[in-house]
């Protein structure tokens, strides 16, 4: 695997901030928005009526510029075009979000003050989409919408009451299994849940997620 292409693709999975241009001008993110990696190309989920949503069904030109929230070092810059995916709605979200997709075009990486052209084609690769960024962000998500989840999956597996689990969190999480973390009344306790195979892509980690701890997981 190339190191460079991996660290790329973390970037865009779990960004600390993003600059967004649009044809030209810059573009003020509206809160809450979010970006995620989708197969190699960034899509954004923002409110169906944004900005951003209307440029993405205009299939406007776009370049980003993405920080890393793993390492402060480094930062991505892509470029692009926006493309309206479809308005989706989720089980933790309240309201309808528009899914805008970036079609890449150029993609370098910066770190430590050196700069790395990376292939749109090696940066799309399906391979990568269990990437350390995006195992890092997925486990941010299960701890901030599913902790009640979490504890339901902790007192299945110790045999307790519900009402024992103070609090449960997911502390690792790799394409192989998932480390959880709890707190009862009697201290603080871990284990390692194993899955029965490697996950390959997003899809079947959720699946395996959702057999190991709790079936609402998404």
């Known amino acids: 695997m190339n190191v460079d292409v991996e660290a790329a693709r973390s970037i865009l999975a779990c960004a600390a901030e993003i600059e967004i241009t649009v044809d030209g001008e810059p573009l003020a993110l509206e809160s809450p928005i979010g970006i995620q990696d989708w197969s190699g190309s960034p899509t954004f989920v923002c ?15 776009v370049s980003l510029n993405v920080s890393s929230a793993l390492s402060e070092d480094d930062t991505l810059l892509l470029a692009g075009h926006l493309r309206h995916l479809a308005v989706d709605n989720c089980a933790c979200c309240e309201s309808d979000r528009a899914l805008i997709a970036v079609d890449l075009s150029h993609v370098l990486l910066l770190r430590s003050c050196a700069s790395t052209p ?31 989840h979490l504890r339901v999956a ?22 192989t299994g998932v480390d959880v973390q709890w707190i009862t009344d009697d ?3 871990a284990a390692a849940l194993v899955f029965g195979r490697a ?20």
Do not use: K, W
């Open 199 to 218: 996950a390959r892509n997003a899809d079947e980690l959720g699946e395996l997620l959702r057999r190991a701890l709790h079936a609402e997981i998404c």
């Open 187 to 189: 201290g603080a306790h």
């Open 154 to 175: 902790v007192a299945r597996l110790t045999g307790r009451s519900v009402r024992t689990i103070g609090a449960a969190q997911v502390c690792a999480l790799t394409p």
């Open 118 to 148: 990376i292939d749109v084609a090696d940066f799309c690769d399906p391979m990568l989409q269990l990437n350390t960024g995006y195992l890092r962000r997925t486990e941010q998500h299960l701890n901030e919408s599913h902790g009640d």
């Open 47 to 61: 409110a169906p009526e944004s900005p951003l949503a209307l440029a993405g069904l205009h299939g406007s030109q």
